[in-house]
């Protein structure tokens, strides 16, 4: 029973999160790694304010604080690349295809759970995936003859495939760190904040680190950071929003990372009470309830254009291959 209340409340987290990423890039359409810093350093303070209040309550031990770091700063940097590459891409791409496009996540999940979890799977749950990433293509291609994928081309749809990848990889890796607890933690099981606070810290750190590579793609030199930085500071406070254009600032930009960050620990919690591949299966099934919804005349994205015939038809093909996933292949799920 209480996997399935943090499933369904995952599932309400997700859709909701899917809607106010593509509106908070709105006001923020410049400033999408001052976005993401903010996202980043949101997750230590929270993380580690609630991280500090269960270790003098007793529901973290000192073990569970000395679990090995290597794999958490392994999940930093991947969630870093994930965030910020995600951000730069999801600027110039329509609504609809971002979370048709992070879809994907899925395919890299069960490839990386089968290299480096060793996991098995089932001719269902391959089908399955297969048709996942066949639902992807057939929307994606019909947006582009439809001409909303025209101006950017595929470019910025694959920068978003990737950046899923990266994504999907942290996850497994958290996923064999609670696998791995039990061996240091004598059967205990290990407390996700403590996962969040050191993958979070991790995150912050490449976030900033990367920037000057990732500051590139946007064509913004090393030298400009700091009056980067600055201006996006004014376009997030919402300073002179008649003069620049920052409307919606800063409320939904905030109400962004409080959602990704609630939807961050109902997903982890999931995680842990289940796998990696579950929650993920989970969020995905808020995939046709953001089609529909940026189907609407949305605050801050403007008239919505007419979804192609196409992008349903790969749609049906995708959650199509979700439910043979997880009907027919999850008993089938073993390890080596």
């Known amino acids: 029973m209480q996997i399935i209340v943090i499933a369904i409340t995952t599932l309400i987290m997700s859709t909701t999160n899917k809607i106010l990423y593509k509106m908070a890039l709105v006001p923020m359409k410049n400033y999408p790694f001052f976005l993401a810093q903010i996202l980043t350093f949101g997750y230590v303070i929270v993380y580690s304010s609630i991280l500090l209040y269960r270790y003098k309550n007793g529901l973290v031990t000192r073990e569970m604080l000395k679990m090995p770091k290597k794999p958490f700063i392994a999940i930093g940097f991947l969630e870093a690349l994930g965030l910020a590459i995600g951000m730069a891409a999801a600027i110039n791409l329509p609504g609809a295809s971002i979370p048709i496009l992070n879809q994907v996540y899925l395919v890299w999940q069960l490839i ?12 269902g749950q391959i089908v ?15 947006e582009f003859k439809v001409h909303s994928l025209e101006q950017s081309g595929l470019f910025w749809p694959m920068i978003m495939v990737c950046s899923s990848a990266f994504s999907a990889g942290a996850s497994i890796i958290k996923e064999s760190i609670f696998l791995d607890s039990k061996k240091h933690l004598q059967g205990k099981s290990l407390d996700i904040f403590v996962v969040n606070t050191c993958g979070s810290t991790a995150q912050a750190f490449f976030v900033f680190l990367l920037l000057p590579f990732l500051s590139h793609l946007k064509g913004i030199r090393v030298h400009e950071l700091p009056r980067y930085f600055k201006e996006g500071a004014l376009c997030f406070f919402n ?11 800063p409320i939904v930009p905030l109400m ?21 591949v579950v929650s993920s299966l989970c969020t995905t099934l808020s995939l046709p309830v953001s089609i529909w919804a940026f189907t609407f005349n949305l605050p801050l994205l403007g008239t919505p254009t007419t979804l192609p015939q196409g992008l349903y038809v790969g749609t049906i093909i995708l959650i ?6 997880n ?6 799920e073993v390890k080596q």
Do not use: H, P
């Not at 620990?265 to 009470?273: A, T, V, Y």
């Not at 199509?320 to 996933?325: E, K």
């Open 256 to 276: 962004y990372v409080i959602v990704n960050l609630a939807f961050n620990i109902f997903n982890l919690s999931l995680l842990k009470e289940s796998s990696a």
């Open 320 to 325: 199509l291959g979700l439910i043979i996933y």
């Open 128 to 142: 399955g995936c297969l048709l996942v990433l066949i639902g992807v293509v057939i929307a994606i291609t019909s």
């Open 327 to 332: 009907f027919l292949g999850k008993n089938n």
């Open 112 to 123: 990386f759970s089968a290299t480096i979890l060793k996991k098995k799977y089932s001719l």
């Open 239 to 249: 300073c002179n929003a008649a003069d620049q254009g920052f409307y919606g600032a």
